[in-house]
């Protein structure tokens, strides 16, 4: 609470709350200077409280996420150690709206995002397409959303997002530095960013990104969990 609790540290994290942020795209929401903010990136960094990933798609950028985890854990047992009463009860989503999670090729992160949203919330209208959508789905979707999550998904190919343009969404969250990086009309659609890798770039083989997949869809799982819908 303490690290948290100084202005420009809490304007960061505020901005990193609705979506992952590159630098100058913080340097310019709060209007401080770029070493300045740089600074306190790196005091919430060594606190757990954010996080850092190259962008996939210019090497040279780097966005930044809330651990959204980590902060509901220390800032739930501060409210704590204040009154008993104010303890967690942990991370809620209620249904309603309609949502769609865009990657490049439709094949791994998206389709695993969409499956996890739907599992986890009633009523919720979820889909997911791809810039480029790749020739099948990975095989991996299916075998960690069954082995992890308990999921059976039906296989299917992925969808293009001019499969989906017509289609009005009240929250659009790009899951690929590559979509999020080339500009796109999402309408009245909030629209948030995760900076994700391809689970299955990592190796070359299914068996050995298996991995990977499993890291990934822990991590959807986890930032799902905190969607507000």
Known sequence: MRMAAHPLRWALMTQLASSDRRVRELVAAVAEPQSLVSYHLRLLRAAGLIDARRSN??????????????CAAAFGDAAAALHPALAPTGPRASGGGAVLFLCTGN??????????????????????????????????????????????????????????????????????????????????????????????????????????????????DTRIGFLPL
């Open 57 to 70: 798609f210019d090497g040279r950028d780097s966005y930044y996420h809330l651990r959204l985890d980590r």
């Open 107 to 220: 094949s791994a992160r998206s389709p695993m995002a969409e499956a996890l949203l739907r599992h986890r919330v009633d009523g919720v209208r979820v889909t997911s397409a791809g810039s480029r959508p790749a020739p099948r789905t990975h095989p991996n979707v299916a075998r960690v959303l069954r082995e992890d999550f308990g999921i059976d998904v039906e296989p299917r190919r992925p969808r293009s997002l001019d499969a989906v343009a017509a289609r009005s969404f009240d929250r659009v969250v790009t899951l690929c530095d590559k979509v999020r990086e080339v500009p796109c009309d999402h309408g009245t659609a909030v629209t948030t960013h995760w900076s994700l890798p391809d689970p299955s770039a990592s190796a070359e083989t299914d068996r050995a990104t298996y991995p990977e997949f499993r890291r990934i869809a822990k991590e959807l």
